[in-house]
């Protein structure tokens, strides 16, 4: 059996010295809703508590699924940086990005270059973060694209453009052929009821999924649990969203928790239990539910 933890969106804090300078830009609207909301929401202490559970959970792999920074500050890149190498090896842990982690084009490649072992595929020893990336752990390949893009203010939308989809269609088609869990990870989710928050080119991944197919699909970008299921060639397929990794329980927004995934072969056919832990009260973190998915 194997076991795959995903977390999501842990917005890290505090944030770093802003210069003015630095503010010229859409990041005067994050940096006001941190002031007066997200800081508050999003603590360094429910994140520690988050991971100290994952770790001791022993997993065989994690995904974190973006937005691992707020403004797109350089400082903000070398803090994530440093967490991940607090986390686990890039062996053991696979990140892609979200919108946050490009959040102004002044620094939306920073990621790639900070991150740049825990992103590329396993076919390129030399390091790169071209997207879509593939690593393979025991029976997984995990398949990255990245839905990371910068926005006008106000807009929060993904999108993978037509090269990263025919690439992303070729890498599929060759794995259908193996017998291995496919998962693909993306930071949006497939389906939105917020024009803001969307995909934009959704209905282009979703007829590709159809054709070709995945077992499961994890995300982030939502923060709350959410489970949908988009049409696959042989039956539905799972799409998992999760809360972010850092949060206190705020609103309509769910504290921080994190999915488990316990994968194996059953015959001809893949076995997927999701687990479900999450922070209660005492910044204790606990099981919250268990659901099959396939």
Known sequence: MFRLAHLSDPHMGPLPEVALSDLASKRIFGYV???RNRGRSYT??????????ILAQKPDHTVVTG????????????????????????TDVTVIPGNHDA????????????W?????????PDGGAAFPSLRR??????????????????MATGRLGRSQLDALERMLAELSSEQAFRVLLIHHPLRSDSRAKRLTDSSQLLALLKQHGVELILHGHDHVHS????????GPIPAVGVPSASALAHGRYPAAAYNLFSIERDGAAWRCEQTIR???????????????LS
């Open 103 to 114: 959040y102004v084009r002044v620094t939306r490649h920073r990621f790639a270059g900070a």
């Open 67 to 90: 937005d691992l920074v707020n403004l797109g500050l350089t400082k903000e890149f070398e803090t994530a940086r440093n967490w991940l190498r607090g986390f686990g090896a890039p």
């Open 227 to 234: 489970t949908i299921w988009v049409d696959g060639p042989n």
């Open 44 to 53: 360094p202490a429910v994140l520690s508590a988050l991971v100290a559970d």
């Open 116 to 124: 740049e072992d825990y992103l590329g595929s396993d076919d390129k």
């Open 278 to 292: 999450g922070l209660t009260d005492g910044m204790r973190i606990q099981e919250l539910r268990q659901a099959q």
């Open 33 to 35: 809703n941190w002031q």
């Open 137 to 154: 752990r025991g029976p997984l390949a995990l398949v990255s694209v990245s839905s990371a893009v910068p926005t006008p203010p106000l």
